[in-house]
């Protein structure tokens, strides 16, 4: 399998639930990347892991736990959330660079997630 | 000021024309740039990457990059139908590592 794989595709929950969403990427990349789609509004970005370490949290909510136990894995879970959560989660992977020839992301298919 | 700005559209263009699509971007430090095409209800894929001012062609694609003026575009020619999509301006920010920011897209609508 090669790519970007991110599980499940659809999940609804309510606000009380917990639930984790999970990506994996079979390219060889080092860095991974939660970003949020909302309809009609910019992707937004979430965390950015780099050999496995946390190097961006754009101001995220608490709610939201980003875990990622290796460059191939990684992981969001959920807790309490509340209906305006309810968006396109997309996990991404690339080559961990910076400046100049940053490398390009590649994403999963994503995970659409529903709030009750 | 929004980071990165696009106007949303849509932009509607006749089969065979060129397809001008723009950007810009608020962080002066910023040296590489990327246009997605996102069909609706898949993710995005990457187009082209740009990292010298200047033009920059793939095919029908052409990406152009004025980091003085801070603006990049997209250039496509002899537009399809099949080109019909949300394309998306990404800047890799500086001053921190892999933070690659999205415009909202524009959206494009190729008809016959």
């Known amino acids: 399998e090669t790519g970007v794989t991110q599980t499940p595709r659809h999940l609804v929950m309510g606000m009380t639930n917990k639930k984790s969403l999970k990506c994996e990427q079979h390219?060889?990349?080092?860095?991974m990347y939660w970003y949020k789609q909302s309809a009609k509004k910019p992707l937004e970005l979430m965390f950015v892991?780099?050999?496995?370490?946390?190097?961006e949290n754009n101001s995220v909510p608490s709610r939201f736990s980003p875990e990622c136990p290796n460059s191939s894995h990684l992981f969001l879970h959920l807790h309490t959330l509340q209906p305006e959560d309810s968006a396109l989660y997309l996990c991404?992977?690339?080559?961990?660079?910076?400046?100049?020839?940053?490398?390009?992301?590649?994403f999963g298919n994503g995970t659409r997630l529903t709030v009750t | 000021q929004k980071e990165v700005e696009q106007n949303s559209g849509p932009l509607s263009v006749p089969e065979g024309a060129i397809a001008s699509l723009n950007c810009t971007y608020s962080?002066?430090?910023?040296?590489?740039f990327f246009w997605y095409r996102q069909y609706s209800g898949k993710s995005p894929e990457l187009i082209m990457s740009?990292?010298?001012?200047g033009d920059k062609e793939d095919g029908r694609f052409t990406a152009q990059l004025n980091k003085a003026s801070q603006y990049v575009s997209l250039l496509i020619r002899d537009s399809q139908p099949s080109d019909s999509a949300t394309y998306l301006c990404?800047?890799?920010?500086?001053?921190?590592?892999?933070?690659?920011?999205f415009g909202a897209g524009t959206r494009l609508a190729v008809h016959p």
């Open positions: 990404a800047v890799l920010f500086s001053g921190g590592y892999n933070k690659l920011i």
């Open positions: 991404a992977s690339s080559e961990a660079t910076t400046g100049v020839g940053g490398s390009p992301l590649h």
């Open positions: 962080d002066r430090g910023s040296q590489s």
């Open positions: 740009i990292y010298s001012n």
């Open positions: 390219l060889g990349h080092n860095a």
């Open positions: 892991y780099n050999f496995k370490e946390q190097t």
